[in-house]
């Protein structure tokens, strides 16, 4: 078993280079499915839902090499569809972008249900909804999803009952080869649906409006390869921006497009954070003391989930009462329980944690309970003196590039273990 082992207590001070999202990467790999021909992927992040999902459209037949660093060329032009490993498809979330991909390329898709973190019920409903629109059949058995097109698949207007990111994401997947007009009533707007409209318009497809309310879609015959790079991770941007904080320190970080970053920096700010931003960087530091604040998570240009658990952490710090209420998922508050081993106090009511910040957390042995949960953690040890240490890293491996190389070169105390089955015995005994 691996472990993370933060000594904190010091002061985060350097400059970061941010990686590609990854969130934007995994849908652009699916995406690259419609396409018969080469498509060159540049500023991929080196995570494990990346290689793992390279890994599945290998399994059913596309052929993928590297060209250069952090880039890959993928011919998705002999994929077999319906042929993706469960084991691989359920490690992850964004297996189920095959569902759209393989709709769109084949008219036909089968596929198992998606892995990924546990927010409570994660319902695919909205997908359906989606996919029914154009015509299509949908089945769930045996852990797969089935989808058929009997009576052909052609564009159709959909309104979603929720805003959805993989829903959106799957539904323009499903129509850029779909004949007709599609359209997308109350979409996501991430800035990943729009990197995934520009990679798919740069293969020829027809998307506009994406990043607004309405998306619309006109199905094209069909789409060419291109040369792409995925767009920095406002999420692991937003993560170096907190620990920055958290620590008193200053860094500055590099490769961002400060403008997915907005409501991060605006309550950074409110809190007596200093941000300073450029075109494509930012600069984060804090004096050290920090005030209480209120933090709903929202759809973007809402504050983010994924910043949530990391805003916490942060909030522990900060002098008074705080709240951070959950407004996209069921339920993301497992993170707590190991923060309270940490001496955080913190209370969750429904979906509120409420946050008694200005004390001093102290180390502990903690587990790593989903991915941003698992960076949370790792924040947590950087801002405590003595020893923290985190397990169930591979976790925090699915989303973040090097983060103990990153967090070294700002002055971290942080290291990789590798603990025996014995030792975890032993010391459990
Ligand atoms: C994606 C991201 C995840 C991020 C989330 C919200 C990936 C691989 N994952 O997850 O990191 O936290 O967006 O920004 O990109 N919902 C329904 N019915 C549906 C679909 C969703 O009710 O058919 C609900 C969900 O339960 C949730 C909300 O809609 O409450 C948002 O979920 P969604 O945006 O779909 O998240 P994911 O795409 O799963």
């Keep these: 078993m691996e472990k993370i082992v933060v000594n904190g207590g010091t002061p985060l001070r350097g400059s970061v280079e941010i990686s590609g999202m990854k969130n934007a990467a995994l849908p652009i790999i699916y995406a690259s499915i419609l396409v018969q ?15 793992n999902s390279l890994d599945l459209l290998r399994a059913m037949g596309a052929s993928i090499r590297s060209v250069g660093r952090n880039a890959v060329e993928i011919d998705c032009t002999d994929i077999r569809q319906g042929s993706a490993p469960y084991d691989l498809a359920r490690k992850m979330r964004a297996s189920y972008y095959l569902f759209g991909a393989e709709l769109g390329r084949f008219h036909t898709a089968h596929a198992p249900l998606p892995g990924g973190c546990d927010f409570g019920v994660r319902p695919i409903d909205q997908h359906i909804k989606g996919f029914e629109s154009l015509g299509a059949e949908v089945k769930i058995e045996n ?7 009997p009576r052909g698949i052609c564009g159709a207007n959909i309104f979603f009952d929720v805003v959805s990111v993989g829903a959106t994401i799957n539904m323009m997947l499903a129509a850029a080869l779909t004949p007709g007009l599609t359209t997308i009533d109350n979409p996501a707007k991430e800035p990943h649906i729009v990197d995934l409209a520009n990679f798919l318009n740069t293969c020829g497809a027809q998307i ?3 990043g607004t309310d309405m998306i619309k879609i006109r199905g094209v015959d069909h789409l060419h390869g291109c040369h792409y790079a995925i767009i920095p991770d ?12 958290a620590t008193s320190g200053t860094v500055r970080i590099n490769n961002v497009i400060p403008k997915h970053l907005e409501s991060i920096t605006a309550k950074l700010q409110e809190m007596g954070a200093t941000v300073v931003e450029d075109d494509d960087f930012v600069i984060v530091s804090s004096a050290g003391s920090l005030c209480r604040t209120n933090i709903k998570t929202l759809p973007y240009p809402g504050f983010p989930t994924d910043m949530h658990p990391q805003m916490s952490v942060l909030l522990c710090a900060a002098n008074g009462v705080s709240t951070v209420t959950e407004g996209v998922f ?3 508050f497992r993170y707590v329980d190991e923060l309270r081993r940490m001496g955080a106090s913190i209370k969750v009511n429904g979906r509120t944690a409420i946050i008694q910040g200005g004390g001093k957390l102290s180390p502990a042995p903690v587990r790593a309970v989903d991915l941003r949960a698992g960076v949370a953690l790792v924040i947590a040890g950087l801002m405590t003196e003595g020893e923290t240490e ?16 990153k ?3 700002l002055g971290a105390n942080i290291r990789k273990v590798y603990v025996s089955d014995a030792e975890e015995l032993k010391k459990a005994n």
Excluded: F
């Design 390 to 405: 985190i397990s169930d890293i591979q976790l925090i491996e699915r989303g973040y590039d090097d983060i103990i190389g």
């Design 407 to 409: 967090l070294r070169n």
């Design 208 to 210: 506009r409006g994406a």
């Design 143 to 149: 852990g797969c999803i089935d989808i058929n097109t």
């Design 330 to 332: 069921e339920t993301r």
């Design 37 to 51: 021909d080469k498509c060159v992927i540049e500023n991929l992040p080196n995570v494990s839902d990346v290689s």
């Design 234 to 245: 406002m999420i692991e941007a937003g993560t170096y921006m907190i620990a920055a904080a």
